[in-house]
């Protein structure tokens, strides 16, 4: 009993080494540009933050935050952007300070109007942390995140984006629904177009766990097998990436890099030096969304 126990607890602490964030010599290189800094003469979105009790995710609560572009026409329907992990990825002073880049580039008209979503992983608490981030860890994150199932895309679906367009007008084209995340976060952005593709045709990946923790390593096998979903993917990897018991993150992204090729995917792969963390992914988000967004302007 003992011994199974001392395995579980090593097993707990290699699922959530993939949350944990951290540098490594060498992610120096990578460094943020102008369009992640603010400028003066562009116009800021208006960024709110809210909190949500799921019914499909059952006794869980979470924060999520929604971003809306100054040159937003309620008139119109906004392309839609979400991210897992959100936290992440609306910090801006952290690695991705995704809604200043949305104002740099949606200003200067490399980006369409895009209403961004972003969602952190529920607790299952009756009250949020304090503060939101990494830690406390969200204890249904690996379900959330690292399932293969549909599940996530319903939860997004049915609950989130009706909740968020109850106040803007969001589009229901799926070229124009973009889905993003890090580490688990990005797996399950696969998943959700994966599992979806009438509802979300674009992916952005940072150093994405497609490894072993619930499953995930087994895509590179079902795209070469299955016929080809109609989904734009970037992925972002880097070659100090983890390596353990769940699996060796930078084979595993270049394994997806190799089927989403062989299977003739729109695609692009940026193999970095980085470790797990979103250094590298942060320094290329506008080119990562430029790309990404190319047809939609």
Same mark, same amino acid.
């Given at each position: 009993m $003992?011994?199974?126990?001392?395995?579980?607890?090593?097993?707990?602490?290699?699922?959530?080494?993939?949350?944990?964030?951290f540098? $490594?010599?060498?992610?120096?290189i990578y460094?943020?540009?102008k369009?992640?800094?603010?400028?003066?003469?562009?116009? =800021?979105?208006?960024?709110?933050?809210?909190v949500?009790? #799921?019914?499909?995710?059952?006794?869980?609560?979470?924060?999520?935050?929604?971003y809306?572009?100054?040159?937003?026409?309620?008139?119109?329907? /906004?392309?839609v952007m979400?991210?897992?992990?959100?936290?992440?990825? *609306?910090?801006q +002073?952290?690695?991705?300070?995704?809604?200043?880049v949305?104002?740099?580039?949606i200003?200067?008209?490399?980006l369409p109007?895009?209403i961004?979503?972003?969602?952190d992983?529920?607790?299952?608490?009756?009250?949020?942390?304090?503060?939101a981030?990494?830690r406390p $860890?969200? +204890?249904?994150?690996?379900?959330?995140?690292d #399932?293969?199932?549909?599940?996530?895309?319903?939860?997004?679906?049915?609950?989130?984006?009706?909740?968020?367009?109850q106040?803007?007008?969001?589009?229901e084209?799926?070229?124009?629904r973009?889905?993003?995340?890090?580490?688990?976060?990005?797996?399950?952005a696969?998943?959700?177009?994966?599992e979806?593709?009438?509802?979300? !045709? =674009?992916v952005?990946?940072? *150093?994405? @766990?497609?490894v072993?923790i !619930?499953?995930?390593h087994?895509?590179p /096998?079902l795209? !070469?097998?299955?016929?080809?979903?109609?989904i734009? *993917?970037?992925?972002?990897?880097? #070659?100090?990436?983890?390596?353990n018991?769940?699996?060796?993150w930078?084979?595993?992204?270049?394994?997806?890099?190799?089927?989403?090729n062989?299977?003739?995917?729109?695609? !692009?792969?940026?193999?970095g030096e980085?470790?797990?963390?979103?250094?590298?992914?942060g320094?290329?988000l506008?080119d @990562?969304?430029?790309?990404?967004?190319r047809?939609? =302007?």
């Amino acid at each position: 009993m $003992r011994l199974f126990e001392s395995r579980l607890v090593v097993f707990s602490l290699l699922v959530s080494v993939t949350v944990v964030s951290f540098a $490594r010599a060498g992610d120096e290189i990578y460094q943020l540009g102008k369009e992640s800094m603010p400028h003066e003469d562009v116009p =800021k979105g208006q960024l709110t933050e809210h909190v949500w009790k #799921s019914e499909l995710l059952p006794e869980t609560i979470r924060r999520y935050w929604v971003y809306v572009p100054s040159q937003y026409d309620a008139s119109r329907p /906004a392309a839609v952007m979400v991210f897992q992990d959100g936290h992440a990825y *609306v910090d801006q +002073e952290g690695w991705f300070r995704t809604p200043v880049v949305f104002d740099n580039l949606i200003h200067a008209g490399e980006l369409p109007v895009i209403i961004g979503i972003f969602i952190d992983p529920g607790h299952k608490k009756e009250k949020l942390p304090e503060k939101a981030g990494w830690r406390p $860890r969200a +204890e249904n994150r690996d379900f959330e995140y690292d #399932s293969m199932s549909s599940l996530y895309a319903q939860f997004l679906l049915e609950e989130i984006l009706p909740e968020v367009g109850q106040q803007y007008q969001l589009t229901e084209d799926p070229s124009q629904r973009a889905i993003c995340g890090i580490s688990s976060g990005g797996i399950c952005a696969w998943t959700v177009a994966w599992e979806r593709p009438d509802a979300f !045709r =674009k992916v952005l990946s940072h *150093v994405g @766990s497609f490894v072993n923790i !619930r499953g995930g390593h087994v895509y590179p /096998a079902l795209i !070469r097998k299955s016929a080809p979903r109609p989904i734009r *993917v970037f992925l972002q990897g880097g #070659s100090e990436d983890l390596n353990n018991a769940h699996g060796n993150w930078p084979l595993a992204n270049q394994q997806m890099a190799s089927a989403l090729n062989f299977a003739d995917y729109d695609y !692009r792969f940026e193999y970095g030096e980085g470790a797990h963390n979103g250094i590298h992914g942060g320094a290329i988000l506008p080119d @990562s969304l430029r790309w990404l967004w190319r047809d939609e =302007k």
